[in-house]
């Protein structure tokens, strides 16, 4: 999928009054031409905009100004890489027969922000990215795919990254995964959304 508009922004807010009023003036601030927003778990308020660079970049920096204490963290991509892009929106595929990884962190926007960096570092294709919703606890998860050493470049790459901005992150990688998983993480890996997969095994004892 082509990306219709280059930039995007995340804000997540400590408390949803601060973050209903930030994103009241954001959304007055410039002309952005998308937006995403409500509660996230752990009572936070998440904000995602996209957009021209240039509007984006004026309704992100009212957020910060308005959500000010409150702002629980933050990202602004003024050129967002299209995997990222893609999967924010649900608009990715597996391409299968490869090395797959799963990146966790406490913050959405630093999962956003590392794996930024490892896309433009590496070959890997990023395959989800969920966003503190619901079952999350307020992390940031990522599966992506890729050969073994580009996934492993990768994974270094988003931890360094995550770790110097003072969090962990915790992350595996599956470097030859069972042709079934694959398949059910082809369908995303909420589980109340992923219908079952008959397999080949034995039924009784």
Request: avoid cysteine; hydrophobic fraction near 45%; charged fraction near 20%.
């Amino acid at each position: 999928m082509t990306k219709p508009f280059p930039a995007i922004a995340i804000l997540e807010f400590s408390d949803i009054p601060a973050g209903l009023f930030a994103t009241d003036a954001m959304l007055k601030k410039a002309p952005i031409a998308f937006i995403q927003t409500g509660t996230i778990t752990e009572g936070r308020f998440l904000t995602l905009i996209g957009g021209s660079t240039a509007s984006v970049a004026e309704s992100y920096e009212e957020g910060l100004l308005w959500g000010g204490p409150s702002i629980w963290d933050h990202v602004f991509l003024p050129d967002v890489h299209t995997d990222i892009f893609n999967a924010v929106f649900h608009q990715t595929r597996m391409k299968g027969n490869l090395a797959i990884a799963v990146l966790e962190s406490d913050s959405v926007s630093l999962t956003i922000q590392a794996l930024e960096k490892a896309l433009k570092g590496t070959g890997i294709h990023l395959i989800e990215v969920r966003l503190a919703d619901a079952g999350l606890a307020g992390k940031g998860v990522a599966i992506v795919e890729g050969e073994l050493y580009d996934v492993e470049e990768a994974m270094h790459i988003a931890e360094s990254w995550i770790a110097h901005a003072g969090k962990t992150a915790t992350w595996k990688i599956l470097s030859q995964p069972h042709d079934a998983l694959v398949r059910q993480l082809a369908e995303g890996t909420r589980f109340s959304a992923n219908p079952g997969l008959k397999l080949e095994g034995e039924t009784v004892s």
